[in-house]
């Protein structure tokens, strides 16, 4: 079997694998305070990436 034989089954066999698309109506609505969440980093002295996930989580609601 020569390579474009090859490509061309992995590429069937990946089709049968993909799920179906999620619609956006289906996904949770996120809201985020992104500036509060800016400035109790900055009072805190440390960057976004520094906050735990529990001190980030307190800036996210989810509806």
């Not at 089709?15 to 500036?35: C, H, Q």
């Amino acid at each position: 079997m020569n390579g474009q034989m090859l490509n061309s089954k992995r590429y069937e066999m990946s089709l049968k694998r993909i799920t179906s698309p999620v619609m956006p109506s289906k996904l949770p609505k996120v809201k985020m305070d992104l500036a509060g969440l800016s400035r109790y980093a900055k009072q805190k002295g440390v960057s976004l990436y520094e906050l735990t996930e529990e001190e980030r989580s307190r800036f996210i609601s989810i509806r």
